[in-house]
């Protein structure tokens, strides 16, 4: 895997967004984020890979910001790669990125994680999962999760997947299709165990 390229930002090649405020950027694809701070985007990405992760975050206190570019992946629907993953993670967020072609587009899991925030993204032909995440204080919203599933490795598809309180707000979630041979469910927002969470003014 590569990791995080990180760039001397006194004189950054371009004053666009949110730059002056980043650690670094993120400039291949699969990657690992493992130092807090902001890591961008300032290109678009892609993989090949099949199976991993395209973006791994074994940091706390991460902020992605995409800055409005894309990460792609080009496997195809028997492709099991999670866009962006952390495990048992605190405080990560990802926001103004676009996510394609992958099995899940963001996971967020772990019972001792939380206090995530997922927010201003576009989520698009995701092939099981457009969003998952879990833990407590979390946040999805005014994202677009759009064309999920199709995948050939499981029948069911989900736009977006919460576990524990977890707030999910304004959010687009449209196109949401299982796998055709197989029976499955179609399922726009799921919550589980999800005590404290609210669930309002989503577009479903």
């Known amino acids: 895997l590569g990791s995080v390229a990180l760039l001397a930002l006194a004189n950054p090649a371009h004053a666009a967004q949110s730059y002056e405020n980043c650690t670094g ?12 701070g902001t890591w961008c985007f ?10 991993g992760n395209g973006i791994t975050v074994s940091a706390n206190n991460v902020t992605i910001d995409g800055n409005d570019f894309a990460m792609s992946g080009t496997a195809g629907l028997s492709n099991r790669v999670f866009g962006i993953l952390a495990t048992d993670r605190l405080n990560v967020t990802v926001r103004n990125l676009n996510v394609s072609g992958f099995y899940y587009g963001l996971e ?9 925030i997922v927010e201003h993204n576009r989520f698009v032909g995701n092939t099981y999962i457009g969003v998952r995440v879990e ?17 050939t490795r499981v029948k069911d598809a989900y736009g977006i997947y919460t576990t524990y309180s977890v707030d999910s707000l304004d959010n687009t979630v449209s196109g949401v299709m299982a796998n055709p041979g197989f029976n499955g469910n179609a399922v726009g927002i799921e919550s589980v165990s999800n005590p404290h969470g609210s669930i309002g003014t989503n577009r479903v």
């Open 25 to 36: 950027f993120i400039t291949t694809l699969p990657t690992v984020i493992s130092t807090p």
């Open 42 to 51: 300032n290109q678009n990405l892609t993989t090949a890979i099949a199976t």
């Open 108 to 116: 967020f899991i772990g019972a001792s994680g939380g206090g995530h």
């Open 135 to 151: 833990g407590d204080g979390s946040v999805v919203r005014h994202n677009q999760v759009l064309d999920s599933g199709g995948t």
